[in-house]
């Protein structure tokens, strides 16, 4: 393929024939992916597929060994993590990753640390308490004594505190009571609904296939599908290997 950007108006994040993994064992094997502004886009697959990885490797988090990554354009390739803050992409992690000792507003100016996100601060906090009521009732509290779902809560209201043009979720249900990520899926669809461009990565296929606009299903580090989550959802294939319906 020759080097350059795929023609497009509105891709926002473009990856092609992405390679990645840790030491020699490679997790990912020529991953083509692509979101569009505005899109909610889910990518989902069984536990080791390489879903995790795949959000690491377009954040830097894991140096990818082959492939491309463009945000609007731009490559990614040569460009440190700590840099892609600053360019839009706000990465939401596996198991929340919050400063258990500070405060869940704390936890939350941590969120608006780059440069273009420091002037608006205070309108980006109150865009998140208006979205997680319960963060402004607990803006005191100490994140760690937080509960599971609130915690969730705190780490997604940190990523939007940089006011993202790529919010990417990894496993925001994982260790919630069913009820609970009820919740957090519906809060998910609502931030899409404001204009949010999303990528979240899930285990909980069914519930995310109801929410999100299109999902890739990775299996094995490879994409084996791909388009509307409607379709998706009623692919019987899908359902018997992946959701046991």
């Not at 502004?37 to 990885?53: C, F, Q």
């Not at 009521?133 to 209201?157: F, K, N, V, Y």
């Not at 990565?201 to 580090?221: F, K, S």
């Amino acid at each position: 393929m020759a080097s350059g950007m795929p023609d497009s108006d509105r891709r926002l994040l473009v990856v092609r024939g992405l390679e990645a993994g840790y030491s020699s064992f490679r997790v990912l094997s020529g991953v083509d992916l692509e979101v569009r502004t505005g899109e909610a886009v889910a990518v989902i697959g069984p536990n080791g597929a390489g879903k995790t990885t795949l959000l690491r490797a377009i954040s830097k988090l894991v140096e990818p060994t082959a492939g491309e990554v463009w945000l609007d354009g731009q490559p990614l390739a040569g460009l440190p993590a700590h840099r892609l803050p600053e360019l839009g992409i706000a990465h939401v992690p596996e198991n929340r990753r919050l400063f258990p000792r500070l405060t869940v507003e704390e936890n939350l100016l941590m969120g608006a640390f780059p440069k273009s996100a420091r002037s608006q601060w205070r309108e980006r906090l109150a865009f998140v308490y208006g979205l997680f009521p319960r963060l402004r009732e607990r803006r005191h509290q100490a994140a760690g004594t937080l509960s599971g779902g609130e915690q969730q809560m705190c780490a997604i209201g940190r990523g939007l505190m940089s006011g993202p043009r790529l919010l990417m979720l990894d496993e925001p249900s994982a260790g919630l009571a069913p009820v609970i990520v009820q919740q957090l899926f519906a809060l998910v669809r609502r931030i899409a609904d404001e204009g949010y461009t999303v990528l979240i990565v899930e285990q909980n296929i069914q519930q995310v296939l109801r929410i999100v606009d299109r999902a890739y299903l990775l299996e094995t580090g490879r994409i084996r599908a791909a388009g509307p989550a409607h379709q998706l959802l009623a692919s019987e294939d899908l359902r018997k290997a992946y959701i046991g319906l």
